[in-house]
């Protein structure tokens, strides 16, 4: 008897060309893919995935949407709720393998950059089979982080010679700057926390690899400013968004 198979697929940050050819290949295996509707602020991301499938995929695939549950961004609790929301999320995927995915099939999730960096989907797929209701096995297929893809638009590598960086977020910036790194990969930074940094280089992108990309770099007491006033302004036309940056400490000093 054929185990259901689920892949989940790294699509890119963004660009329909930083779709890989084992992305591809995976893509074309797939009959039913599942899509989680964020809302319609988000549409123009569920908008994407689509046009990769529809360029990819077999005909007879099926196409599986269900709600992706709300979040607080701004909780007490963060652990706490980043936990609940994601055991509610799991519910709902749960629930769409079971109505929609037979054991002779095989699935696909479609992940934005790659599905092992910020991403939750390993640990839902993994609290779905602890609980038992259905039974698979999956497969990660990397894809194009936005992390790699904000270090190609600035041309600049992510670290020095012989020297590590660290990823992290905003709200562990915010704390103090890491110990034993002096180049910080930041992701999901609300609170702008590079502006308590002015003498460090920043490279900062948002949306980057799609048709809204905006790029700004330089020493952060220069251009703190305009990337906080052009952050808020992009967030305000479309409902949302994604930034990461690089900060650099400088060392010739």
């Known amino acids: 008897m054929r185990v259901r198979k689920i892949y989940l697929i790294g699509i890119g940050a963004g660009d329909p060309d930083h779709l890989t050819l084992q992305a591809a290949k995976a893509i074309g295996r797939t009959d039913v893919f599942f899509l989680l509707d964020k809302g319609e602020v988000k549409a123009s991301l569920v908008d994407l995935r689509e046009r990769i499938i529809r360029g990819y995929s077999k005909p007879s695939r099926r196409m599986v949407t269900g709600r992706d549950?709300?979040?607080?961004?701004?909780?007490?609790d963060y652990e706490g709720t980043?936990?609940?929301?994601?055991?509610r999320r799991a519910l709902v995927i749960e629930e769409m393998l079971v109505?929609?995915?037979?054991?002779?099939?095989?699935g696909s999730?479609?992940?934005?950059g790659d599905p092992s960096l910020f991403d939750s989907s390993l640990a839902i797929l993994d609290e779905v089979l602890g609980r038992g209701a259905i039974d698979f096995e999956y497969e990660v297929i990397p894809g194009i982080s936005s992390v790699s893809a904000l270090a190609a638009k600035?041309?600049?590598?992510?670290?020095?010679?012989?020297?590590p960086f660290q990823v992290t977020t905003g709200r562990r910036l915010a704390e103090g700057w890491p110990e034993g790194v002096d180049d910080v990969v930041v992701m999901l930074d609300a609170q702008q926390a590079f502006t308590?940094?002015?003498?460090?280089?920043?490279?900062?992108?948002?949306?980057?690899?799609?048709?809204?990309?905006?790029?700004?770099?330089?020493?952060?007491?220069?251009?703190a400013d305009d990337i906080v006033r052009t952050r808020s302004d992009a967030r305000a036309e479309h409902g949302w968004i994604m930034d990461t940056y690089l900060l650099r400490r400088r060392t010739d000093q």
């Open 69 to 76: 549950p709300d979040r607080d961004r701004t909780p007490a």
């Open 154 to 163: 600035h041309r600049v590598p992510l670290n020095r010679v012989g020297q």
């Open 109 to 112: 999730f479609l992940v934005w």
């Open 99 to 106: 109505e929609h995915l037979r054991e002779d099939e095989t």
């Open 196 to 223: 308590a940094y002015p003498d460090a280089d920043i490279f900062w992108g948002a949306y980057v690899s799609t048709e809204d990309e905006i790029l700004r770099s330089g020493r952060v007491s220069e251009v």
């Open 82 to 87: 980043v936990a609940d929301w994601r055991s």
